[in-house]
DNA sequence: TAGTGGTCTAGACCACCGG
DNA sequence: CGGTGGTCTAGACCACTAT
C-alpha cells in the first residue's frame, strides 16, 4: 500500500481531480479502470466509484460500461441554480415582502401558453397576474396559467392573499419542470407595474411544471431592472 | 419480505418521492429513519442511503446526523444548467461557426474586473475581444480579461484563429466558477457588433474562473437578440 | 462475448449534533 | 451521551457495450 493513507472518497475525487487539472489527463484521455484505481490508492473500488460518480455528475468525466473512464472531450461549464419562492428570496435580502393580485380570470389559454405544455388543444386555466413587492416596491411581475384540470383546488384558493406560487409549491409539488432565461424590453404595461422606464432590458425567467405528465402550472416572471440571477456557490 | 420485490435504489426513490408528491409527507414533515425504511422496503440501509442523497441532491428533502431526513420546508426549484463552449453550441443547433477577433491588448483590469475576481489591486492582464457567429450571423459577443499571472501562455496564443473560450477550455481547467445573469440593453456599439437595434434587450452571461484560488478569467458574454438559456431536461 | 462500470448487500465504524 | 445519517469495505452479481 503506498504511503499516502488518506482513503476518504473525497481524497480520491480530488486527486483524480488534481490530476486533470495539471494536466496528466487531458480532454479526451482515459483513466484507469476503478479497479487499478482502487489497488494504486489504496481504497477499495466503491470508495473510487463514489468519487468518480461526484466528477462524472460534474460534467468532468465521462463512464460508459465497458467503454471506461475519459475525460470529457468537450468540457462544459454545469452549474446549478437554486430558484427559492418569491417570498423568501425577498426576505433573505433583508427586505420586507409584499404582494399584490392584479388580475384574475377563467381563460382559454393562448397557443403561446399551451405550446409551453406540448399541447395543441386550448383549454380553459386560470389565468392570473400578480406582482411581488421588495420593501413596497416591484420586485418580479407574474403573469401565470394554472390547468385546473390538474389543480381544481386552486380555485377556491383566495388569491388575493396568498400567491399561487406559494400556495402551489406548498400544496402540488411538480415532478418535472422546465426552465428557460431570456431578455425583454418592457413595454408601456410592464413598465408602468414594475416601475421601469419603458424600453428598459428585463430578465425573465419562464417556468413550467407538471406532475406526471400532467400539466399544472407556467409563469412568465419579469424581473425589476437590475435584477440578476446566481449559481448556487 | 414485503411482496414488492422491487429492490433497485431507483425503485426506493420513487416510492419514497411518490410519497411526497401525494400528500403522505408534506413539507416540513419528518420522515422514517433510514434503518426502517429498508426494513420497511426489505432492502438494505446502503440502498435508502443511495436513494436519499439523490432526493438530497435535488433539494426535496435534508437530512441532518441524529435529525433525520425531512422534506424541505421551504421547497426551491434547483436545475442544472449545462454551458458548452460556444463553437460546440453553434454547431449543436446545426449552424455553421465562426469567430472573429476584434480587439487585443495588454491592459491595466478596470476595478469592476478586479471586483469580480474579489482583489481591490489592479492589475495589468490580457483583454480580448471576440465575435462568435452561427451562419455568418453574430450569435456572442465577448469581453474577455485573462489574469496573465496565472495563465502566462495565453500570451503566445494566436487568438485571431482559436477563442481564448476555447484555449482555455482545453488547456487551462478551472476549479471553480462563479456565473451570473442579467439583461442590458444593447448601446449603439454592442448594437452595430451583435447587429441589434439600439436599446435592444440583451441576455448576458458573466463567468469568472479561478484555479485554487488564482483567478483564471473573467468574461462578459452578451448574446444576440432572442437568444435563450434552457435548463438541462 | 468479455470487460467495464453500476448496483446491492451485510456489517462495521465514524461524525455530527440534539436532547 | 445516544441516535442518526455518512462512509468504507469485501464480495457478489448485473447491465451495458466495445470489440
Redesign the pocket.
Known amino acids: 500500500m503506498p504511503a499516502d493513507l488518506r ?3 473525497t481524497d480520491i475525487r480530488d486527486r483524480i481531480h488534481g490530476a486533470i487539472l495539471n494536466g496528466t489527463y487531458r480532454p479526451g484521455d482515459k483513466l484507469p ?3 487499478d484505481i482502487a489497488q494504486q490508492m489504496g ?5 473510487v ?2 468519487a ?2 461526484d466528477l ?1 455528475d460534474a460534467g468532468i468525466v465521462e ?7 475519459q475525460v470529457r472531450a468537450d468540457p462544459l461549464t454545469r452549474a446549478t441554480l437554486d430558484i427559492p419562492i418569491t417570498r423568501r428570496e425577498v426576505e433573505q435580502r433583508g427586505s420586507v415582502y409584499g404582494y399584490q393580485l392584479l388580475h384574475r380570470e377563467i381563460a382559454v389559454a393562448p397557443l403561446s401558453v399551451g405550446a409551453r405544455f406540448a399541447r395543441r388543444d386550448p383549454s380553459r386555466m386560470l389565468h392570473v397576474e400578480a406582482l411581488h413587492l421588495a420593501d413596497q416596491r416591484p420586485y418580479i411581475l407574474e403573469d401565470r396559467w394554472v390547468c385546473t384540470d390538474t389543480v381544481p383546488e386552486i380555485l377556491s384558493v383566495d388569491l388575493s392573499r396568498q400567491s399561487a406560487n406559494e400556495w402551489l409549491v406548498h400544496n402540488k409539488p411538480y415532478s418535472r419542470c422546465d426552465l428557460r432565461f431570456y431578455a425583454i424590453e418592457a413595454d408601456a404595461r410592464i413598465a408602468r407595474q414594475l416601475d421601469a422606464a419603458p424600453g428598459a432590458a428585463l430578465l425573465v425567467m419562464e417556468r413550467t411544471t407538471w406532475i406526471e405528465d400532467a400539466p399544472i402550472t407556467t409563469v412568465r416572471a419579469v424581473t425589476r431592472p437590475g435584477y440578476q440571477l446566481f449559481t448556487r456557490s
Open positions: 482513503h476518504s472518497w479502470r476503478d479497479e481504497c477499495a473500488r466503491s470508495t466509484q463514489r468518480m460518480r462524472s463512464r460508459k460500461r465497458k467503454g471506461g473512464t
